[in-house]
């Protein structure tokens, strides 16, 4: 089985299987494929790539709904996303009305999280009637664009939003490992190519019982 290196905090529970010889347990064969810094775990899975990998669970609504070639086996964690602001006045989500918001992708999972998030808030953020604006930018810029004040919030992952707010001072307006309503739920799934799941499903279980013991 081909899997994908990670080195995020979605992928700590491959690492650990990886490093603690879980894979190993279970008889799994496998082999760590880089797949470099522009190309997405799925979009590794879909080319093949790679059979199997993790991502945010937000991230891939989207593609599964668009035919996705993937079957998710098993939850690994909750957490990891949250919306951060300056003390600039913003004290609520309530108070992001008519601002920006600083992301990486508008269909990313800190995005959507944050899209959630405003609307239990009260906020719209439907595409025509949208109360906030989702500004694009590199991942290492939305430290300095907040900082600045060129956006006025920014929603991103875990350990990156809580380096930002050691750094800026920072502080939370939301955040999926804790608020409720979101703290309950998995943040980052594990999947297998549909390959795998209906040609191996053995090999797939192999994967799917190693993950599970390395994400408790």
Do not use: W
């Amino acid at each position: 089985m081909k899997i994908s290196e990670n080195s995020d905090l979605c992928g700590a529970p491959q690492q650990i299987a990886i490093e603690k010889g879980f894979f190993d347990d279970v008889g799994l064969k496998y082999k760590v494929v880089k797949i470099g810094q522009d190309t997405s775990n799925l979009e590794a899975l879909n080319a093949g790539k790679i059979d199997a990998s993790n991502s945010l669970m937000a991230s891939i609504v989207q593609p599964l709904a668009n035919g996705a070639k993937l079957k998710v086996t098993t939850g690994l964690h909750t957490g990891c996303l949250q919306v951060l602001t300056k003390d600039n006045g913003t004290k609520s989500l309530s108070d992001l009305k008519g601002k920006k918001i600083g992301v990486t992708a508008v269909a990313g999972s800190p995005a959507i999280f944050a899209k959630r998030a405003l609307s239990r808030a009260g906020l719209n953020v439907s595409d025509d009637k949208n109360n906030v604006n989702f500004v694009t930018y590199q991942e290492d810029q939305l430290g300095q664009i907040l900082d600045k004040g060129e956006v006025d919030a920014i929603a991103l992952g875990d350990p990156q939003t809580e380096i930002l707010k050691k750094q800026y001072g920072f502080k939370t307006l939301a955040n999926s490992s804790t608020d409720k309503g979101f703290k309950d739920e998995y943040c980052c799934v594990a999947y297998v190519s549909n390959d795998i799941a209906k040609k191996h499903p053995a090999v797939a279980a192999k994967y799917t019982f190693a993950i599970q013991k390395a994400s408790q």
